[in-house]
């Protein structure tokens, strides 16, 4: 008879484990990185992965042969998270202002505590807790002390949320960028294609206002082939708003001195330069403290005078000539 009884019980243990996976008594088993565990007050456990958490209401498991089981949490005594689960659900299952935090005290000889903070007096002295223990800091012995949640996981959580970009462009000091231009126009039956280079520094007083100098390398094209003109010139520039993307403008003015210039079946007897005048309009993408990026259209004027003399006829032909070029740029400014 007791054999039958024993029989039975096993019988109905395993009709009650073929409902969901789970052991019959309320061992705790440590947490698994991906599995969960539902320790049901019936003294049952299950395991599996959670698919859907309501805090509060219910939780919906799903079992290692695909089953998904609804437990409502009234009868649910606790609940085993998985790093994965865990890190999913972390919004819902904790409120930031009831997260378990720990204090870390970096000092200036290296050493780094964790701990609580018992008392700051600041300017004097920490009383600073480490497990049973309590130690005394001076505050001159104080690198800076920060607080993190206890557990990793939600410090990866909150690492791994986007945190919103801050306003930290840099509206006073020393500023410098790099340039490169597209100069189009210029050619006798099709438009030709000239280049440019630029690099300038200067100062910004604020955000509306900077000075600065530089140095461009600029190639034009026209009918006789082409010149190129190295400027040194004196720039300003300013922001119009305090946003990550704002417009600004930029004026550049200064000399273009002869660098090279390009002729077919004509000798250069003279190549001079000029004055050079480029006001241009843009917008800054980024507010960064570093690197941002900038584009501006503007207008660009170079003087020149040439005289050169044919091979063949021995005519002679001086050209007074203001190169005006629309300048279509890409900034790094630093």
Known sequence: ?????????????????????????????????????????????YYGIVIRYKRNENVVLKGPRGQAVRFELNHVDSIGWSEKSKSK????????????????????????????????????????????????????????IVQEPKDPVVTLVMKRERKPKVYAFREKGFYSAVVFALLPGGGEYRSEMGLSLQAAVGHQFNRHIGLGVGVSLDGYANTDGGDTFVPLFVEGRGYLFKKKNTPYW?????????????????DVRRFEGGYMFHPAIGYRLGADKTINLAFDLGYKFQKAITEREFFFSGEIITRDVLYRRLCIRASVIF
């Open 250 to 266: 930029n004026v550049g003015l200064g000399y273009g001195f002869p660098f090279r210039t390009e002729s077919a079946n004509q």
């Open 89 to 144: 659900f972390i919004d819902e299952l904790v409120k930031l202002d009831s997260i378990e935090t720990v204090d870390i005290v970096y000092l200036k000889d290296g050493s780094i505590l964790r701990g609580q903070m018992q008392e700051y007096q600041r300017g004097n002295f920490l009383r600073f807790q480490i497990g049973s223990s309590e130690i005394r800091i001076d505050d001159s012995d104080i690198l800076r």
């Open 1 to 45: 008879m007791n054999k039958e009884v024993y029989i039975a019980k096993f019988l109905v243990f395993f009709f009650l484990l073929s409902l969901g996976p789970g052991l019959s008594a309320q061992k705790r088993i440590p947490p698994h990185l991906l599995r969960d565990t539902v320790y049901h007050k019936s003294e049952l456990i």
